[in-house]
């Protein structure tokens, strides 16, 4: 199994930036999608951005245009770039490794993301 380590969260204003990192350690076999789940207090757990070892990428609507995934397949890394960002993106955000992103094996212990109007 995979062990996940986040980076990066903090506090910003609206418009602001951020960039999250996750460093995987351990066996990375079975890490074919990489990604970053997030989850608002009160709200479910959601899906925000993923990519497969091959490249392929998704986004939640209420991201596209303003967040960048990225992976380092060689590093172990994935990346999260967070433009243009809005209160509603607050959120404690979670990297995620496994099959797919709907058959994650490994999360990471979460960061928080807080951004302030």
């Known amino acids: 199994q995979v062990q996940l380590a986040e980076s990066g969260g903090g506090l910003v204003q609206a418009g602001g930036s951020l960039r999250l990192s996750c460093g995987a350690s351990?066996?990375?076999?079975?890490?074919?999608?990489m990604g970053w789940f997030r989850q608002a207090p009160g709200k479910q757990r959601e899906l925000v951005a993923g990519i497969t070892r091959g490249g392929n990428i998704n986004y939640a609507d209420s991201v596209k245009g303003r967040f960048t995934v990225s992976r380092d397949n060689a590093k172990k890394m994935v990346y999260l770039e967070m433009n243009s960002l809005k209160p509603e993106d607050t959120a404690v955000y979670y990297c995620?490794?496994?099959?797919?992103?709907?058959?994650?094996?490994?999360w990471g212990q979460g960061t928080q993301v807080t951004v302030s109007a």
């Open positions: 995620a490794a496994g099959l797919s992103y709907d058959r994650v094996g490994s």
């Open positions: 351990g066996s990375f076999v079975g890490s074919n999608f």
